[in-house]
């Protein structure tokens, strides 16, 4: 009995109706920037009180994050002039060093070193703008395949659109 019901089941087949019209078309997106995170920070100042070192700490930032995305730091030193961290500050002053540190609260820092890559000794150096982009690999990767100029900051804006 079970084998004759086994059997009935096994060969019921269902039936496939007429295919539906098609539904309307949805609405076209707006541009994103691929799970791309842009932070921005007000003027600060870096001096010998805070050893020329300035930190930040993005909103869910964590170390699985700090290893998988690519963090850049851009700083506006004079109004509507950009430099990216980890290079020379305007007229070659002083030199940005970026880094990231996941101790107890995960965060990325700027500091300075004279142009000869020894401790800053020069005077404080006001910012007036941060912006951070976190950007994850994968999206990284589409973004050098065209030749975006990661050194240039109203590109890298531009490019993911960070609002």
């Known amino acids: 009995m079970i084998l004759f019901i086994g059997i009935i089941a096994v060969s019921c087949k269902k039936e496939e109706g007429p295919t539906g019209p098609q539904g309307p078309a949805g609405t076209n997106g707006t541009n994103g920037n691929a799970n ?3 932070f921005g920070y007000p003027k600060d100042t870096l001096n010998a009180a805070n050893w020329y070192e300035l930190e930040y700490s993005p909103a869910g930032l964590t170390a699985g994050l700090i290893d998988s995305s690519a963090i850049f730091i851009y700083y506006s030193a004079y109004t509507g002039q950009w430099n990216m961290a980890n290079g020379m500050g305007p007229g ?3 030199a940005t060093i970026q880094y990231t540190d996941v101790w107890s ?3 990325v820092a700027v ?3 004279n142009a000869d890559g020894t401790a800053y ?3 404080d150096v006001v910012w007036d703008s941060v912006r951070v982009f976190i950007i994850p690999a994968s999206t990284l990767k589409v973004a050098k395949q065209q030749n975006i100029n990661f050194d240039d900051y109203n590109e890298v804006n531009t ?5």
């Open 121 to 123: 000794s020069g005077s």
């Open 105 to 107: 609260t995960p965060y």
């Open 111 to 113: 500091y300075l070193k």
């Open 92 to 94: 070659g002053s002083y």
């Open 159 to 163: 490019y993911f659109d960070a609002k």
């Open 36 to 38: 791309v995170k842009v």
